[in-house]
Structure formats: C-alpha cells, structure tokens
C-alpha cells in the first residue's frame, strides 16, 4: 500500500514538473517577440528625438503658454504628493543656483 501511494506522489510531482517547465518555455518563447518589439520601438523614438524637426517642434510646443501652465500645474501636484519629490526639486534649485552664482575661473 506505501508503495502505490509512493509511486503516485512520485508520479504526481514529476507530472507537474514537466507541465511547469513546458508552461515555462512557452511563456518564454512569447516574451522574447514583445522584448524585440519593445526595443524596436525604444530606437524608433530614439530617432525620431533626434531629428531636426522633431527637435524643433517640441521646442516649439514648450513655449506655447498653455503647456508651461500645464507643466506647471503638473510638477505642483507631483511634489505636493510626493515628500521625496519635493526634495530632489529643492536641492536642484539650489545646485542650480549654486552654479549660476559661481564665478568662471
């Protein structure tokens, strides 16, 4: 009787051993085609940043009056939020100041 219960906990296990791995290498043979995409798609964007035009219509953009208020409003909510934030925003402030009080030598 141990015997059979043993041989069917053994069984069992190596049954759901080989159902993990095969479910493991499936899932893996899926994440690599979204992995490829997901680069292709980071160098897309790499390179349309880096053109002249794009380059010019974003400055543009950031001179509208309407996306300096939103902006704005934006890093507002982010620090009131967020302590840390606030923080990282203060000491940027005064290492900003710091460098345009600083003499050239």
Request: hydrophobic share 35%; with cysteine.
């Amino acid at each position: 009787m141990k015997s059979k219960i043993t041989g069917w906990i053994v069984g069992g296990l190596i049954t759901v051993s080989v159902l993990g791995v095969t479910y493991g290498v499936s899932n893996a043979a899926k994440a690599e085609p979204a992995q490829n995409t997901m680069i292709q798609h980071e160098q897309m964007n790499s390179d349309m940043m880096n053109s002249k035009d794009m380059q010019k219509q974003c400055g543009e953009m950031m001179k509208s009056s309407e996306m300096q208020k939103n902006m704005k409003d934006m890093m507002k909510q982010m620090i009131s939020k967020d302590p840390e934030m606030k923080q990282i925003m203060i000491d940027m402030m005064k290492s900003a100041d710091d460098n345009s009080t600083r003499k050239p030598e």
